[in-house]
């Protein structure tokens, strides 16, 4: 079948292992159904499995892609989710050591079928396109964990996020405007601190600073440029939830003697479950919010994808279609 793969790994010349052609067909394990793919999202996890972060060499030719939409046998249209649990684990499945995300262990997305357990396949309503639906497994499930389900905000709620230009940041930015929150940005750059605000912040500021108020929950995923400032921009009590660290996990000051004595706390999230993807998927049906596309292309050129990604091109997903 069509397959869009990672042949080998190079930290420097990460597109040098990519290779669109031919991989056979998944196999069906017990349990899990086919899906036939009819629009796949790119990631930068995607780009740092072609560097071999997070994919082992005995594990290549790896088809790579962790997001999907499409029909299942029935014929029913589904979004994938990406968190392959193992099936004897039964709770919350980001907590589950064995866990893995598809393109690690098993084949990815970017191919004319992929194969999950059955339980991994959400409805899609037909209010979202295949191409919007594909943008939700990973960044956009990432963002909707950390606001409701590990940061608890509700309607009426200030929320700081950092670094207004990234994936997961935009996503944040987009849901807790919709959730009915006071959303607030920080962005280095000044386009980008224009475009949070189209996309829905109340403000944006400059990284780094100093806030009209105190914000009741800080959205981390720039880590150690923003860390300070993340915690200075709480009141007391307030939570800060982390997913990444993009410019590096070394703190300088963690600001230990304000977590303690204004009594925050420090909550770290992982992508999210099945269920949240669930709830994310009638978020969107029930609001009319839509994620953000960059750009659609027919898989057949997802080299041009990651190649916009790998220069930093994007300003929201890059989406390839079947
Ligand atoms: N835990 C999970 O489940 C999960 C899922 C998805 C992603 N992640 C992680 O989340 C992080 C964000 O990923 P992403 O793809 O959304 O975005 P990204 O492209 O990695 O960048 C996020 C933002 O960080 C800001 N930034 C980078 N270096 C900075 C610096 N030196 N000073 C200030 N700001 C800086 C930039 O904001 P501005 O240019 O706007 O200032 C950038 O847009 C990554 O570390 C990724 O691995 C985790």
Not at 93 to 102: C, F, G, I, Q, W
Not at 236 to 251: A, E, F, H, N, Y
Request: net charge negative; aromatic share 6%; with cysteine.
């Amino acid at each position: 079948m069509f397959a869009v793969y990672a042949e080998s790994f190079s930290s420097d010349d990460p597109l040098g292992g990519l290779v669109v052609g031919e991989r056979p067909d998944p196999e069906v394990l017990e349990g899990w159904a086919t899906v036939t793919v009819k629009a796949a999202s790119l990631n930068h996890h995607d780009l740092w499995s072609l560097r071999g972060v997070g994919l082992r060499e005995e594990s290549l030719p790896m088809i790579l892609g962790c997001d999907a939409a499409g029909l299942d046998e029935d014929g029913n249209e589904v979004v994938v989710h990406a968190v392959i649990g193992d099936p004897a684990w039964g709770g919350d499945e980001t907590y589950d050591p064995k866990r893995s995300l598809l393109s690690e262990k098993h084949q990815g997305t970017f191919a004319e079928k992929v194969v999950v357990p059955r339980r991994n396949l959400v409805p899609k309503p037909g209010s979202l396109s295949f191409e919007e639906a594909a943008c939700l497994p990973t960044a956009w499930l990432t963002a909707y964990r950390m606001l409701f389900t590990q940061g608890r905000l509700t309607p009426g709620e200030t929320v700081l996020v950092q670094g207004a230009g990234g994936g997961v940041a935009t996503a944040l930015i987009v849901l807790g405007r919709a959730a009915g929150l006071r959303v607030l940005a920080t962005s280095r750059d000044e386009a980008k601190r224009a475009r949070a605000v189209e996309l829905g912040a109340h403000e944006a500021y400059e990284s780094g600073a100093r806030l009209p108020v105190k914000v009741d929950a800080v959205m981390e995923t720039v880590g150690r440029a923003t860390w300070s400032h993340s915690i200075r921009s709480l009141r007391p009590g307030g939570r800060i939830v982390i997913s990444g660290t993009t410019s590096g996990p070394q703190l300088d000051d963690a600001e230990l003697t304000r977590i303690f004595f204004l009594q925050l706390a420090v909550i770290g999230s992982t992508m999210g479950t099945r269920h949240e993807l669930d709830g994310l998927v009638r978020f969107l049906d029930a609001t009319g919010t839509r994620p953000l596309v960059d750009r659609t292309l027919p898989m057949e050129q997802a080299r041009d994808g990651f190649a916009a990604m790998a220069e930093g091109d994007v300003f929201g997903k890059i989406v390839f279609t079947r």
